[in-house]
């Protein structure tokens, strides 16, 4: 059973940042990404980012693009992520997850508990 362990998340001003972490209870190399989703009230769960185990590719939703970095630090079995210039409409509980195999995007296997993120103008 694979354990995923958001922390990193609180209450920020608009403008500010924050660094969410994951920590997995597996080797992240056994992962062939692993990623960012974030639910805001009411909504659906969508997309954030997401990396490969590699760190060769990365990718971003459009509403996060150049605000947020993605990374990750095989060694400690954790991944990050760098989120800045804060908007409002980022407030959601995040959530990290990890998938075993291809491709980038889609069904994710193994999910965290979540973070909440809450940004206030």
């Known amino acids: 059973q694979v354990q995923l362990v958001e922390s990193g998340g609180g209450l920020v001003q608009a403008g500010d940042s924050l660094r969410l972490s994951c920590a997995a209870s597996?080797?992240?190399?056994?992962?062939?990404?692993m990623g960012w989703f974030r639910q805001a009230p009411g909504e659906e769960r969508e997309f954030v980012s997401a990396i490969t185990w590699s760190g060769i590719s990365t990718y971003y939703a459009d509403s996060v693009k150049g605000r947020f970095t993605i990374s990750r630090d095989n060694a400690k079995n954790t991944w990050y992520l760098q989120m800045n210039s804060l908007k409002p409409e980022d407030t959601a509980v995040y959530y990290c997850a990890a998938k075993i195999g291809r491709p980038l995007v889609g069904p994710y296997d193994y999910w965290g508990q979540g973070t909440q993120v809450t940004c206030s103008s």
């Open positions: 597996r080797r992240t190399f056994s992962f062939y990404a």
